[in-house]
Structures are given as structure tokens and as C-alpha cells.
């Protein structure tokens, strides 16, 4: 199939809740059982368990099925995403559904080579009505050339709000099994540094992003709720290293982003906020 062949193909898919996914994720981040889902915290559901005949190399599964399998770009990685939360609450033991849309495909070319550009829209509703709509950037990009490239520390933040976290092999062990993702940079030491030619076990985007926005709303009015997200990734970072997460307003957003030991950027969001004034 030719890439334009994708564009509009759908996948739905039902799971329910599970109390044990919510204490898991809980007990991960570190943070009390919520009595409602937190955002981000959907990324436990839908997971997609294959036979093991069906795992490809990275330990994802093999290319194919809803996604183009772009079978000469090996690295897939998810690159960022705009996430909105409409109001509908998930709760422990909810049954939920997710229809996936395939938005757009493109192919482009820059530093790191060829890439290809997925996108792909979900709505996930459950007894409430829609909790969920999101769209996530998929990039596949070629083996070529080092996997991180050196970069300089990101200006100052002086008036942002920061706390440090330490992304450690359990942390994405834990998180990796949460979410039902298999690909080996999170838990294989040897084959992320051996294969892939990272320095260390890579944290996830979606773990970083997860963290920013906890810490938009950790430091928010009381009752503000996280209205919309968007995020992207700029640079990976590597469990055993400290990871700070910076706050800061800027007009009706919050402005996020986590920065590596070296004081680089790895991760930026902006979320808006409903239920407190910002500015």
C-alpha cells in the first residue's frame, strides 16, 4: 500500500479500567491512588499484546497492520502530541473505547536524514461521554548517523517552578510493562547501546510528559484542571540521570519542559489550565 492508503483507515478498540493499572502507575510515579484517572494516565489502555512470533526485532510488533510499516526507517519513535481533555471523568472499573484515525502521512527531509511523519487521532469515551481526543506524531527515521547528538544547556528559566526527578531502570521497567510498551531501549541495556547506539536506557516521551503534567497541575489553584497539552520531543534522555521538570506562566499558558543533567532541553509543553487565573 502506498502511504496515501492509510490516511483515513480506523481502528477501535474497548478495554476496562483496571483498579491493578491505576495502583501500578501509581506506585511508579510515586504519587496516592487517584479516585479519578489523572491525565496522560489513559496511556495504560488498549494495550496491544501480539504472539510472540509476532515481535519484531526492537520488540515492538512487526510493521504491519494499522500503521504503515515503513519497513527501511528501523527507529519509530513517538515524537510529540496535542492532547485535550473535553470533561468526561474515567474511573476505576469504567469501560472505555478508543477510535483511532489515521490523519496524515508525510515524508521529509532534514539533519537526521529521511523521515517519515505519521499522525494519528484518538477519542477515548467511556460511560461519561468523551474524556479523550489526542493526536500523537510518529516519526520513523534511519539508523544512520549518531543516535544523540551533543547540545548546549537551554537558557534560564529565573522565574520558573522546577523539581528533579531520577528515571531510574525500575522506574521505565515498571512504565514499560504499565503501558504494554516492548521496545527495548526502555529495559535492554545491551541492545540499546549495543544496536540502537544510545549511551543508556532511554526515557519514554510519553513518561516525560506525564511528569510535566503533574507538574503543571501540582502547582496550580485548587480544583484547576488541565484543559489541553501539547508536547513535543526535542533530544532523548537516559535513566540514572537527573531530570528537571520547569514551570512557568506565560499569558493563558503554562509552559513546560524537562532538561537533562547536561541542563539540555529534552522535552517542551504548553498546557492551558481551566479553574484558576493565569497570567
Keep these: 500500500m502506498a502511504y496515501d492508503d492509510y490516511v483515513g483507515k480506523t481502528d477501535i478498540r474497548e478495554d476496562t479500567l483496571d483498579a491493578r493499572l491505576v495502583r501500578?502507575?501509581?506506585?511508579?510515579?510515586?504519587?496516592?491512588?487517584?479516585?479519578?484517572?489523572p491525565p496522560l494516565w489513559h496511556w495504560m489502555l488498549f494495550q496491544d499484546w501480539v504472539m510472540p512470533d509476532g515481535i519484531g526485532p526492537d520488540g515492538h510488533p512487526k510493521r504491519g497492520g494499522f500503521l504503515p510499516p515503513v519497513h527501511d526507517l528501523p527507529r519509530r519513535m513517538w515524537a510529540g502530541g496535542r492532547v485535550a481533555f473535553p470533561g468526561a471523568?474515567?474511573?476505576?472499573?469504567?469501560?472505555?473505547?478508543?477510535?483511532?484515525?489515521?490523519?496524515?502521512?508525510?515524508?521529509k527531509s532534514g539533519g537526521?536524514?529521511?523521515?517519515?511523519?505519521?499522525?494519528?487521532?484518538?477519542?477515548?469515551?467511556?460511560?461519561?461521554?468523551?474524556?479523550?481526543?489526542?493526536?500523537?506524531?510518529?516519526?520513523?527515521?534511519?539508523?544512520?548517523?549518531a543516535?544523540?547528538?551533543?547540545?548546549?544547556?537551554?537558557?534560564?528559566?529565573?522565574?520558573?517552578?522546577?523539581?528533579?526527578?531520577?528515571?531510574?531502570?525500575?522506574?521505565?521497567?515498571?512504565?514499560?510493562?504499565?503501558?504494554?510498551?516492548?521496545?527495548?531501549?526502555?529495559?535492554?541495556?545491551?541492545?540499546?547501546?549495543?544496536?540502537?547506539?544510545?549511551?543508556?536506557?532511554?526515557?519514554?516521551?510519553?513518561?516525560?510528559?506525564?511528569?510535566?503534567?503533574?507538574?503543571?497541575?501540582?502547582?496550580?489553584a485548587p480544583g484547576a484542571r488541565l484543559a489541553c497539552f501539547a508536547y513535543r520531543g526535542r533530544r532523548p534522555c537516559f535513566d540514572g540521570r537527573a531530570l528537571t521538570v520547569l514551570r512557568r506562566e506565560e499569558g493563558?499558558?503554562?509552559?513546560?519542559?524537562?532538561?537533562?543533567?547536561?541542563?539540555?532541553?529534552?522535552?517542551?509543553?504548553e498546557a492551558v489550565l481551566e479553574g484558576q487565573p493565569i497570567g
Design 112 to 145: 537526521a536524514g529521511r523521515l517519515v511523519f505519521v499522525t494519528v487521532q484518538h477519542r477515548v469515551e467511556g460511560p461519561a461521554g468523551l474524556a479523550v481526543e489526542e493526536e500523537q506524531d510518529i516519526v520513523y527515521r534511519g539508523a544512520d548517523g
Design 89 to 107: 471523568v474515567l474511573r476505576i472499573g469504567d469501560a472505555v473505547r478508543r477510535t483511532s484515525t489515521i490523519l496524515k502521512v508525510a515524508e
Design 24 to 37: 501500578g502507575l501509581a506506585a511508579t510515579l510515586g504519587r496516592p491512588v487517584p479516585a479519578a484517572l
Design 147 to 220: 543516535a544523540v547528538k551533543a547540545a548546549d544547556p537551554a537558557p534560564a528559566w529565573p522565574d520558573a517552578v522546577s523539581t528533579v526527578v531520577v528515571p531510574d531502570s525500575v522506574m521505565l521497567f515498571r512504565y514499560s510493562a504499565l503501558t504494554g510498551n516492548g521496545h527495548r531501549i526502555h529495559y535492554d541495556h545491551p541492545y540499546v547501546t549495543g544496536e540502537e547506539g544510545y549511551p543508556g536506557l532511554v526515557v519514554h516521551g510519553p513518561l516525560q510528559a506525564t511528569f510535566m503534567a503533574h507538574h503543571a497541575l501540582d502547582h496550580a
Design 252 to 269: 493563558a499558558q503554562v509552559l513546560l519542559e524537562t532538561r537533562d543533567d547536561t541542563g539540555a532541553t529534552c522535552m517542551q509543553a
